[in-house]
């Protein structure tokens, strides 16, 4: 390819990165209660009626700051990745935009699991019923905190590796008023040796090595209450060869694995899971594999 061609080809695939700045731009603005100069405000009206007419139109407060969140932690993971490209495999921002905006981003999790109750009866009422949530890989406590505010009977414990997310999360857990029902401590998953406790557990695998995670899963099963449930998350394989490409870049760099859902549906039942079942969110490109440890088990 030509230097010329690699140019044209380069300000073709900005417009990707351009967009969702722009979109967002928007968006802070409807978020905040504030405006622009009108010239700029107008030019950020017509590009986001030109990605979909009514896109931002019908969201709350909260659902706009999930939004922002999301594009803001993507754009600046994507920076990172432009100027250290060669920095070791894992997660090590400690820049507390970077750490908040991906928590943030992070609360909808809630409302899929919630999306997956409506479906198993058995995890409703877990967590309808007095309990603990596990929120692995806490970060800065949003998801923790979010679980506290939708399901009242259950109290909820973060565990994270990362000192700057901790540092945050008790923050946030304090300024939430949640210090009472959620708690954060320092614990490698693979320390797990709790038994029976948890009614839900959440596993992000996207931060974890594979065989982190192939190691943890037994302490994991043990400590689930008989008829707990694990929600497992990758990332969704999408059709499109360079987005796969991209979103497996993106958890390799995270210091994960980029599982299918049919390996970690065989994991789960080598395991002692039962029910095990695969849930598709598309619209936040997330596969939740859940599975309940038995009732009789110990």
């Known amino acids: 390819m030509s230097f010329e061609s690699l140019l044209a080809k380069c300000s073709e695939l ?21 405006s622009a100069d009108a010239r700029l405000q107008s030019q950020l009206d017509r590009i986001v009626d030109l990605v979909e007419p ?12 999930v939004v922002l969140a999301d594009i803001s932690t993507t754009i600046r993971q994507s920076l990172d990745f432009l100027e250290n490209p060669s920095r070791p495999l894992g997660w090590h921002h400690d820049d507390p935009a970077v750490l908040d905006s991906q928590g943030r981003a992070s ?80 614990e490698n998953l693979e320390n797990l040796r709790e038994l029976a406790r948890y009614n839900l557990v959440w596993l992000p695998s996207l931060f974890m090595p594979e065989q982190v995670i192939r190691r943890s899963l037994a302490p994991v099963f043990q400590a689930l209450a008989p008829g707990g449930t694990l929600n497992f998350a990758l990332w969704e394989v999408s059709p499109d060869p360079l987005r796969q490409a991209l979103t497996s870049l993106a958890v390799v760099r995270m210091g994960g694995h980029p599982w299918r859902p049919e390996e970690v549906e065989s994991l789960l039942n080598a395991t002692g899971f039962t029910d095990v079942e695969a849930f598709n969110f598309p619209e936040v490109e997330l596969t939740l594999v859940a599975g309940c440890k038995p009732t009789g088990a110990s």
């Open 107 to 186: 609360k909808h999790i809630i409302s899929r699991i919630q999306a997956i109750a409506t479906k198993r009866a058995p995890l409703a009422e877990l967590l309808r019923q007095p309990g603990a949530f596990l929120d692995i890989g806490t970060g800065v406590g949003w998801i923790a905190i979010e679980a506290a505010r939708v399901w009242p009977n259950l109290r909820v414990t973060g565990t994270d590796i990362w000192e700057p997310s901790l540092a945050l999360a008790h923050r946030n857990i304090a300024d939430s008023g949640m210090t009472e029902r959620v708690s954060v401590r320092n």
């Open 54 to 65: 009514n896109l931002l139109e019908g969201l709350d407060q909260a659902q706009q700051a």
């Open 14 to 34: 900005l417009g990707a990165v351009e967009t969702p700045a722009a979109v967002a731009a928007r968006l802070r603005l409807a978020h905040d209660g504030t």
